[in-house]
């Protein structure tokens, strides 16, 4: 168990939709990652909060948002949602803005329909 | 194309044996990480490497950081069963920058 939860574990809805995927980090820790998963692509970085704000950016479309509240939880938005946004989503942690080490929690599976 | 270069990309071995993954790129990088994957979970943290030519051993895992820290390389010595998952290496350009995933070796140990 890294201590880092991810809710829900799977989630499932139609085209055109928008989710919401949350996150708690480990204790202590103030940056938040979120990562895309899938088949073709590998682990590919979205985007990156350190206590409160925006960090850094990757591949993360316009679709797609995320923010990190007061409580150093985080939230990854998904809106118009097409087929191929299919895939694991992971959130990570680590203690600061070293993105070196970072803990994993157990993903959520989104398949979209 | 990816930044980091895995090979190989599949592994089959039987119970007992040694094997190698290897992690390429013509970048140079901070730190590298290691981590295992295993189905239906996230990739959980085995190692960092950060001085060029270091050699980390965890039981019967060894890595190693290249000399110019552009590659690395995972050694596992009497594979057992439980070493299955996806070993995935990951590099840190610059101290505070993302992290980029290599493609992933997927190994498979057969009792």
């Known amino acids: 168990d890294s201590g880092v939860t991810q809710t829900p574990k799977h989630l499932i809805t139609a085209t055109g939709q928008r989710v919401t995927l949350r996150c708690s980090p480990r204790?202590?820790?103030?940056?938040v990652y979120w990562y895309q998963q899938s088949l073709d692509q590998g682990l590919q970085f979205l985007i990156q909060?350190?206590?409160?704000?925006?960090?850094a950016k990757g591949n993360i479309l316009e679709r797609f948002s995320a923010q990190q509240f007061p409580d150093l939880h985080s939230e990854l938005n998904l809106s118009s949602l097409e087929l191929g946004d299919s895939a694991l989503y992971f959130c990570?942690?680590?203690?600061?803005?070293?993105?070196?080490?970072?803990?994993f929690g157990p993903g959520t599976r989104l398949t979209v329909l | 194309t990816q930044l980091l270069e895995q090979s190989p990309q599949f592994l089959s071995i039987q119970e007992g044996e040694n094997l190698t993954v290897y992690c390429n790129s013509s970048?140079?990088?901070?730190?590298l990480q290691w981590y295992r994957q295993e189905p239906g979970e996230g990739p959980v943290l085995l190692v960092t490497?950060?001085?060029?030519?270091e050699v980390k051993k965890l039981k019967r895992l060894t890595f190693q950081f290249g000399d110019a820290r552009k590659d690395s390389s995972l050694h596992i010595t009497a594979a057992q069963p439980g070493d299955t998952g996806l070993y995935l290496c990951?590099?840190?350009?610059?101290?505070?920058?993302?992290?980029?995933f290599g493609g992933g070796t997927r190994v498979l140990v057969k009792p």
């Open positions: 490497v950060v001085t060029g030519g």
């Open positions: 970048s140079v990088f901070s730190s």
């Open positions: 990951a590099g840190e350009e610059a101290a505070g920058n993302k992290l980029t």
């Open positions: 909060y350190y206590n409160g704000e925006e960090r």
């Open positions: 990570a942690s680590s203690v600061g803005l070293d993105t070196g080490e970072q803990f």
């Open positions: 204790s202590g820790d103030l940056s």
